[in-house]
């Protein structure tokens, strides 16, 4: 199994910053993508930003204020968030997704995608 775990949210008052880090860990073979999700209360759970070998990608809504980077050694993500709006108050949900050897058998991979159990972001105005 793979494990994701988040941590860095908290409360912070609108133009201020948040660093975001996650780290996954278990039987990993390779994580193809990681990335970063947020749900609002009474709201879907929308994609904020990816981050894969040959490409990143974010919502519009947080283009030029947050910056996801990875380190493949360690399989971690981070998300710098910057200039924060109300509008950005959600939980966060770090996923991972790749390849891994539950069986310690290379002839037996999986793929995997995992998901964190969210961290909170308050943004008061």
């Known amino acids: 199994q793979v494990q994701v775990v988040e941590s860095g949210g908290g409360w912070v008052q609108a133009g201020g910053s948040l660093r975001l880090s996650c780290a996954a860990s278990?039987?990993?073979?390779?994580?193809?993508?990681m990335g970063w999700f947020r749900q609002a209360p009474g709201k879907q759970r929308d994609l904020v930003a990816g981050?894969?070998?040959?490409?990143?990608n974010y919502a519009d809504s947080v283009k030029g204020r947050f910056t996801i980077s990875r380190d493949n050694a360690k399989n971690t993500v981070h998300l710098q968030m910057n200039i924060l709006k109300p509008e950005d108050t959600a939980v966060y949900y770090c996923?991972?997704?790749?390849?891994?050897?539950?069986?310690?058998?290379?002839?037996?991979?999986?793929?995997?995608?995992?998901w964190g159990q969210g961290t909170q972001v308050t943004v008061s105005s």
């Open positions: 278990g039987s990993i073979v390779s994580i193809n993508a």
């Open positions: 996923y991972a997704a790749g390849t891994s050897n539950p069986h310690n058998n290379y002839e037996r991979l999986e793929n995997f995608e995992s």
């Open positions: 981050i894969t070998a040959d490409n990143t």
